[in-house]
């Protein structure tokens, strides 16, 4: 059982990973001490430059936390190539400034560094932690230099590697996904590969290894290896958008993006036993319709799947569906609808009668969760014989069942 009295810190609080990472660690409960450069006026949020060392010092020194999540830092290749002075100070002195204060203030804190697949050279892909790091890049060097310095001075330490974390933001998956609302088209690479790694999926690994009696590192990403062409191509399904917009490229001559900096994240997999999604799922959680299971656990008696938290449902009820058949074709006015897959596979269809949001299709399968709004035309198309869970906010009951018919919405 987990204490939720562990001081916890997050450098980097105001960037994509550390905000994420942030509002997922308060849901569960915990106490989190928030650290920016340029600092905000909500509680518990902290004003230090990482690279001041007495400002970095003083400020650990009061909190005395008994985690520290490293996210801050600059991650750009292009400006790590250009400003190599500011890339050393910021990543490497500034790591180099916590490690100091750690040593100084508690050497049993927890120390978890967020590390890249860029310490590798990305000359042949698929690098489990045994292998040795060949950064080609500044910023691949300058993340090297910190594992080097947390391994040579840290007890209780994490190297936490990941790759192109993606949902709810990410500047590839950004850029993707702002062309493709616009229908225009793009060019992506399609001699580069990587591991790209669901946010939420990282978020649940950081907080398993906040409490997790481990010591070393630790690839966190992806299980698939795609090229960012293809990846982008699964963004347009997901979005109902023509592939015909999706152009495949080769990078140019002394680009900086490796040809393979895959990863392979197979022991983080085993020693976590946490919900790892596949692409074409992980999409449809920050893009489609389906919901990603706010927990998961998994030993040998079998696993535990959460569903919903903090809802109320009126009726539930169990369908078995055979191949073949339509089902729904009717929205509801007053009542949220939620499923659950217990095995099988259905075409979801989605239309939004107001016109407000695109019409949406998406496959549910064995272990998916959805929900339907108010006002939402829904058809289920069985594409297999299927058993699954029918959660309501509202009771279908009496004369008013709430059921419609297209021709019947107002």
Known sequence: MRSN???IVITGADGYIGSNLKSFLEHKGLEIYSITKGGSKREKFHQADITDKQSIFELLNKINPDVIIHTAGMSSLAQCE????LAWKVNVEGTRNIIESIKEINPQIKFIFISSDYIFSGKRGRYTE??????ATYYGKTKLESEKDIKQNLENYIICRTANVFGRGGNF??????????????????DTFYTPTYIDYLLDSLDR????DFKGTIHVTGRERVSRHAFALSMAKTMNK??????????PKGGLIAKDSSLNGESAQKLLKNFCPNIEKSLQYCLGSLIYPYFYFEDTRGRILGLFQDMNWEEVNYIESLKDQIRGNHYHKETKEAFFIIEGKIRVVLEDLSGAIPKKEFIAEKGDIFMINYNILH????IEDSKWINMLSKSIKGDDKDIHKREKFS
């Open 5 to 7: 009295n562990k001081k």
């Open 82 to 85: 250009k400003e190599k002075e």
């Open 130 to 135: 045994a292998d040795e790091p060949d950064p």
């Open 173 to 190: 998956f950004n850029f993707i996904q702002d062309n493709l609302s616009r229908n225009e088209q793009i060019e992506v690479f399609d």
């Open 209 to 212: 290894l906040i409490d997790l």
């Open 242 to 251: 023509s592939a015909k917009v999706v152009n495949g490229s080769a990078q």
């Open 379 to 382: 058809t289920f198309e069985i």
